[in-house]
């Protein structure tokens, strides 16, 4: 069959809507879960919550489903405020963390429940259902149960049920964590593609960095109840503002240094600063593994640190080398070819690429105040 | 084997000999007759008793089903904290002694008697208290073995309003448990004897023992129907309890 993608009702009304988050705040029992979540998603956008579990990113989630309520601020779907609105009445998509196929249903059912709670006419919903399963590419399993399906499958009829309402906002709460790696990148994509089809503005909440940068427009890292720093993934990764940030995406290498007049110097390499701003004295730089290159000892260009290779991982394209400098330990991430000319045992000298750098809060300092 | 040879005969032949002295006629050499399980619907008495008696099961099933499930699940939903107490309240009928209960309820009897009704469907109230400890596990088994909070918020996003989510997605999904704690309900209201004497009402089982004064015979044809009638309702339950392995077998066809 020529894949002709399914032509979907009310192309106009598919561009997605503004969501906007207004200082949303939920205590629970006295405990903090979420403080002062401002965070406005743009039409169609595709904005990824990232963080540690306990973070507050699903407390977010759930107050822009109506299925929690908040202790103070606001929530508007374009415009309009919905702060109060029970979740039955808010037109919102979902895609849950557990499996949540109604286990009494068919695949197909389950697609046309939602439609039928909005008075869509019998031969109309089922027509939509169908092509819902289609856009997710599981029309031959229409007429299957939940307990018929794989994880993945019943994952992707929970996102053809989600968005056959035609939802305002698309939100998924960890819908690949409970999915075996591979499956996990698959469905990861299938969701990016589906979400570009239908222009439905998503919000997407995740514990895994790699699932966040893969997927979003925008990802917001949160910690502690709190937006650490909300930006394109690119900007996340390489210009992380808060040391949280730096080391909750990607690996890092804390390393001790002096900052002086807006560089940091570790180890005789001068590094320039994310933020020139930060005051002269001791400090601890924060290193991408892929910052820090190696050479053989006695290799010509070989760099000043002197170190002992312990261990080799390999990743694939890349490998990742562990470093003992004799007081520190540092990773260092390059292409396997390269890597695996240094193994076990051997001496390098080490790199720092000048790239710019955070510098973590000084823990001692922190301890003392 | 032997289990079932010993357990079938220790179930069926008092059945059977019941069956047998109910079919004798008035002296051991008259003929074998059918006058005592035709008394069952002639005998007005009897009549009455035992439509009151299957009127008051099936009413009791549904008001404990009205009771129950939405209270139950509004707990396991929202009130997780209450869900102790709620239980330790269902099971506590079970620790008190019938006659206890009984003994409790009179003046309070003699009060709806007068104020409200005298129509023993009343006593649909008292079984109410009877059949919970029973029911509410069966009922609390089938809640837990579903993922309720997750169907409840996909089916609450999705545009259901509550009514819609107990009706279309729990109630199906615990069919079986429904249909177990109805078929409780019924079993303890249609064996009922100590409530309904001693608050001076007519159910089956005090007509049982009145007409056993009477004419032993049918008292005992009525004893062996109600049984027959307890073993369909179980078969029937068997048959109709299980949806997804009908579904399974459409499938296999």
Same mark, same amino acid.
């Given at each position: ?42 039409? $169609? +956008?595709?904005?990824? =919550?990232? #963080?540690? %579990? ?5 407390? *977010?989630?759930? @107050?822009?489903? /109506? ?62 259902? $169908? +092509?819902?399963?289609? =856009?997710? #590419?599981? %029309? ?5 149960? *939940?307990?018929? @399906?794989?994880? /993945? ?217 | ?253």
């Amino acid at each position: 069959m020529i894949a002709s993608k399914p032509q979907l009702d009310r192309a106009g009304e598919r561009s997605g809507i503004e969501v906007r988050l207004e200082q949303l705040r939920r205590v629970f029992a006295g405990v903090v879960a979420l403080d002062e979540l401002s965070l406005t998603i743009a039409p $169609g +956008e595709l904005v990824a =919550l990232l #963080g540690p %579990s306990g973070c507050g990113k699903t407390t *977010a989630l759930r @107050l822009v489903a /109506g299925l929690d309520e908040v202790t103070s601020g606001r929530v508007l779907f374009g415009g309009t405020d919905v702060t109060h609105l029970g979740a039955n009445r808010r037109d919102v998509g979902m895609v849950f963390q557990a499996y949540s196929l109604f286990p009494h249903m068919t695949a197909m059912q389950n697609v046309a429940f939602g439609l039928s709670l909005h008075k869509v006419g019998a031969a109309e919903q089922k027509r939509r259902a $169908g +092509e819902m399963l289609e =856009l997710v #590419g599981l %029309s031959p399993h229409a007429h299957k149960y *939940a307990h018929q @399906l794989s994880g /993945g499958q019943q994952q992707r009829v929970a996102l053809a049920r989600a968005l056959a309402i035609q939802p305002k906002v698309l939100l998924l709460d960890e819908p690949l964590s409970a999915l075996d790696a591979k499956v996990r990148g698959r469905l990861r994509d299938e969701i990016r593609r589906v979400q570009l089809e239908v222009g439905t503005t998503t919000l997407f909440v995740t514990h895994d960095q790699e699932e966040a940068l893969a997927i979003a427009d925008r990802v917001g890292v949160m910690n502690k109840g709190r937006l650490e720093q909300l930006g394109p993934p690119t900007t996340i990764y390489s210009r992380p503002a808060t040391p949280f940030v730096a080391e909750f995406v990607g690996l890092t290498n804390r390393m001790e240094g002096d900052v002086k007049g807006g560089e940091v110097i570790v180890r005789g390499t001068r590094l320039p600063l994310v933020k020139p701003d930060t005051p002269d004295g001791p400090a601890v730089a924060l290193v991408r593994p892929e910052a820090v290159s190696l050479a053989s000892d006695g290799d010509a260009g070989a760099g000043p640190l002197v170190g002992t290779v312990i261990a080799v991982a390999f990743l694939g394209a890349t490998s990742r080398v562990t470093v003992d400098l004799g007081d520190v330990i540092v990773l260092a991430q390059m292409p396997t070819s390269q890597a695996s000319a240094n193994p076990a045992g051997s001496r390098v000298r080490l790199t720092l690429r000048p790239d710019p750098v955070l510098i973590a809060r000084d823990e001692k300092a922190a301890a003392e105040a | 084997m032997a289990v079932f040879l010993v357990l079938g005969a220790f179930f069926l032949i008092p059945i059977g000999a019941m069956f047998e002295f109910s079919t004798r006629g008035d002296t051991v050499t008259s003929p074998r007759t059918l006058d005592a399980w035709k008394a069952i619907i002639t005998v007005p008495d009897l009549v009455q008793a035992i439509t009151a008696s299957l009127q008051l099961a099936v009413i009791t099933s549904i008001a404990m089903l009205l009771l129950l499930l939405p209270t139950m699940v509004w707990v396991r939903l929202r009130l997780p904290g209450l869900k102790r107490i709620i239980e330790f309240i269902c099971l506590l009928p079970l620790t008190v002694p019938a006659i206890a209960l009984v003994v409790g309820m009179v003046p309070l009897y003699r009060w709806i008697k007068i104020n409200v009704s005298d129509s023993i469907l009343m006593l649909a109230l008292a079984y109410l208290i009877l059949v919970l400890p029973y029911t509410y596990r069966t009922l609390d088994a089938g809640l837990a073995s579903i993922d309720l909070k997750t169907l409840t918020e996909a089916a609450r996003s999705l545009g259901a309003g509550w009514g819609t989510v107990m009706m279309r997605v729990i109630v199906p999904n615990i069919s079986t448990a429904i249909l177990n704690a109805c078929l409780l309900s019924v079993a303890l209201v249609l064996g009922e004897f100590t409530f309904a004497n001693l608050l001076f009402y007519e159910n089956m089982q005090v007509a049982i023992l009145y007409e056993s004064f009477v004419s032993a015979g049918t008292s005992i044809a009525v004893a062996v129907a109600s049984l027959l009638f307890a073993f369909a309702l179980l078969m029937i339950l068997s048959f109709i309890g299980r949806p997804r392995d009908r579904v399974a077998r459409a499938e296999e066809a």
